[in-house]
């Protein structure tokens, strides 16, 4: 038996989106619920996957069946396909699963030829109206299924208007028309060699072809990357009985929402058009009217519709978006589906859904987009007032910034005190220009991805960021970059739009993000519902408040290397990693023992009652010391043989060679995490006794303290047995010396090595706690370098369907997931109260967030600016187990 491709409006409902589309399954459910839908059919997205399989030809199997269903049409409309006594014209329309607005092809009036527009005038008695269908569908059908240019078209209508002497389309007489339909006919050949087709059926074939292909224009997949939609939905195409807005006065077409999708307010917000097609609407070739001065023009059928979005509404349960043809005083609803709206409206109109009693709070929860929060949290652009964008990048950090441009940290960070705004723009950001980022208002790089140094940080301090940004040439050394023609100097204004990636001269007014009351009652409502805790990385006290005023119930990672890495600790490190004997380096680092403590301290302060998770120093030390390229050309540059040049010469040459000594082939698999603790214990030791001294003055001063303290890069249950050993020792010490009672902390470290994962059961016996390093952890598991990744291969890998996402972006539950599970259910077979959680790039990410939960995770940690959207990617988590769990998954039809 032939599969069935197409059904009639008669026989679907809005079950059947993914076979039908979203257009044809809400065409067909309003025509379920009595609502004035034209007749009509839909090919489905099966049909569609076939026809590309089959080299972009439909099959006979559906061209019968689309015979069929057309016979049925004929009866149903009482009208006949190409008879010019009584012609029946057909729209035919694409309608994806995901609502793609705008992204794909639509042709109207097919049917049309030279003998039907006759009948077609006659039946109508309007003949200008006649012909003016007939041009219309002369140049949808050319540029659409044919590819000629509508400018062309659009030449040619300008110039049959300034030969009659009229502005708009309606004044163009009926002898106009028959005009420019045999100049039309004339542009189709030029352009494609041959007639347009006087077949009603090679019409419509053709057309069906077009927009079956048109789910693969370069708009199309663009917008489908985008919105991560997957490829293989394919698209359905919905064949329609015409009606006519154009009939005349008593006609007309229009868009409505049932509430404003700018600002969430319930009512009829829309605009229309009397005595015109949709496309005159869609192409700005007349001005719309809002959809009020409906009420005076055409009350009857405001009624209608008013009462018609009411019933839409409550029916889907969600604010609609509708189109509708009024032809000769008469209604008729060509679309309905859930509305496009920005973030703030999208909160009010789940709220306000859950106050009327229309929805339940866990349904409105699952309804909020995750990257509507990173718009309400962070500043945005005033859309309207955006001109003169000079480039884009990779929206790598969302909000939006306005600032002076600088080259260098050093540089943001003095201007940054003298009160201006800045913009730190560089080839790719290091850890040394920490003070840079920390100072500027936002960061631009010509190199990096989204998980690149700069994309990290900048998140982490919810600063807006774009990377990657190959268009602009950077001449730090002259302070200044290009992009294109356009040259941008230090001290030139900019403004940088992290949320889309796109670069603007100038100056673009920002408007404040703001946790608004219905942001705050989504919050509430998620943590009512969720299991799973939502914790911070926050690597000083600044950040620490920020976080925990945004929800956080802790700090799940604080980083210290960060916090050596200000240009008032920076010389102490240095201090301390050029020691030549441990004598000289315990004397630097008791300098920096007070400075840790202070930021611990403050770090508890702010999280008084919460886990603090610290991890031990991280990176490998020549991170904190200049390149060396750099230092070789200070030295070719130094000149003047004095004894003040000398000593330079000398500390230079020194500082070299230790940079050249401390150079590693490969710094991700060399000497840093536990490895340089062990080789280097006594700067362990330093924080190990920072962190415990801090623990113990907060504890004087009420503050409840829950220290954890989390060694990294462990790959063998032998380093972490020497280092917890040292740990141990170390509290038991300082118990001691501080005359305390006790002293309560965990001990536990990153699992970011494949070996830790696979060997977890040992790992356990020492651990109270893994916390998944899932940055590093995707890179061991994938043996791919972030950066290079991003830079060089990420991209193309994604375009040719070999990854389906960004690893670094969205979690490998694949691969790095199966370890992850691997070590938490091997961990906790030898300590079932084990501790886990991730704390990478990954812990503010939905799905990553939704198979952490479905692992049995305690916790995710993220920056602190995301920190709401994990909490309510947690509770939509949490209900999405619960409704698999539940429910039967229904039968494909």
Known sequence: MNQKQIFSFSEGHASMKSLLGGKGANLAEMARIGLPVPAGFTITTDACRIFFQKGERLTEDLWQQARGALAD??????????????????????????????????????????????????????????YDCYRRLLQMFGHVVMGIPSHLFDRLLQELKNEEGVQQDQEVSAAGWEKLIGTFKACYVGQTGREFPQDVSEQLRLAVEAVFRSWNTSRAQIYRKINSIPDDQGTAVNVQSMVFGNKGNDSGTGVIFTRNPSTGERGLYGEYLINAQGEDVVAGVRTPQPIASLNHELPDIYKQLNDTAELLENHYRDMQDIEFTVEGGRLFLLQTRAGKRNAQASMKIAVDLVKEGVLRKEEALQRIEPGHLDQLLHRGIEEELVHGVIASGLPASPGAAVGQVVFDADMAEAWSREGKAVILVRSETTPEDIHGVLAAEGVLTSRGGMTSHAAVVARGMGKPCVCGCEAIHITAAEKYFEAGEIKVAEGDWITLDGGTGRVIAGIVPLREAEMTPELLQMLEWADEIRTMKVLANAD????????????????????????????????????????????????ALAKLLPLQRQDFEDIFRAMDGLPVT???????????????????????ELSGDGPEAQQERHELRKLLAKVQHLHEANPMLGQRGCRLGIVYPEIYNMQIEAIFKAVLTCK??????????????????TELKLLRENIDKAAARIVEHEGQQNL?????????????????????????FFSFGTNDLTQMTLGYSRDDAEGKFMSRYIDEKLLPYNPFQVLDTEGVGQLIEMAVLTGRAVRPALKTGICGEHGGDKASIAFCLRAGLDYVSCSPYRVPLARIAAAQAWLDIQRDDSQEKPEAV
């Open 744 to 768: 309560s902390y965990k001990v536990g470290t990153m699992i970011e090595v494949p070996r830790a994962a696979l060997t977890a059961r040992k790992i356990a016996a020492y651990a109270d």
């Open 614 to 636: 610290i991890r031990l120093l991280d990176p490998p030390l020549h991170e904190f010391l200049p390149q060396s390229s750099e230092l070789q050309q200070k030295l070719h």
């Open 73 to 130: 049409l004929e009866v149903a409309t009482g009208q006949a396909f190409g008879d010019p006594g009584r012609p029946l014209l057909l729209s035919v329309r694409s309608g994806s699963v995901t609502s793609m607005p705008g992204m794909m092809d639509t042709i109207l009036n097919l049917g049309l030829n030279d003998q039907t527009v006759k009948g077609f005038a006659a039946s109508t008695n309007d003949p200008r109206f006649a």
């Open 540 to 587: 000083n006290p600044k950040d620490a408040q920020a976080a925990r005023m945004l929800g956080a119930e802790g700090v799940g990672l604080c980083r210290t290397e960060h916090m050596f890495l200000s240009p008032e600790r920076l010389p102490l490190v240095r201090e301390m990693i050029l020691a030549d004997s441990r004598e000289t380096r315990d004397l």
């Open 700 to 717: 004087t001063e009420g503050i409840t303290v829950i220290p954890e303290i989390m060694v990294p890069l462990v790959g063998h249950d």
